[in-house]
């Protein structure tokens, strides 16, 4: 019977994943800090940029605890400071940013990865009142086995005098919101999942 490398490593993976000894669900985390979002409506004029787009960044002041190796029974833990870059939903009328996993960029560590969902709320609109709810998928190879948590967090972004948004809309239909100066960071309440 012939594997090819890649299934072999897909079968060590889900193998190591199951050998690895997970710890509980912490209940102590430190909220997950939004460091900076902007959102961003085009005229719809002809000639002109045409997409719509919400772009965030998030930075996990946690340091994460993924298990106990079964090789040497050493604990295996991520630093403080994952951080989701440039997290972007970029979508073109007609389309939607709902139903779809944006993805983020990560600082080139290898600690997994994180996704962002734009949730569609009551009377609210993709780019000045919706949810944002983050994930992170928190990784960690340590001798051969797999170590992995997953964690998400959302929180409400709006306009308004009690929102959490700023900006303006020019005589073109062009409108452009981001995270009020005194709303920086943004505490997003996260939990394991």
Known sequence: MYFTSNTLLSILAAASLTAANPTEKRADLQNWQLESLST????????NYPWLTVTATVNDPNELTLGTSGSDNSTVKLPVGGKAL????KWISPDSAYGHRWPCDNT??????????????SGGSPTNNFDLKFTRVAQQLYRGELFEKKYEG??????GAD?????SCGGSGVCNWGLKEEKTPFPIQQKEI
Not at 86 to 89: E, M
Not at 108 to 121: I, K, Q, S
Not at 163 to 167: D, E, I, K, M
């Open 40 to 47: 961003h409506s085009p005229s719809g004029r002809p000639g």
């Open 86 to 89: 440039n997290c972007q939903a």
């Open 108 to 121: 080139g560590a290898t600690d997994g990865y994180w996704f962002m969902d734009v949730v569609e709320v």
């Open 154 to 159: 959302q929180a409400h972004f709006g306009l």
């Open 163 to 167: 929102g959490n948004l700023a900006g």
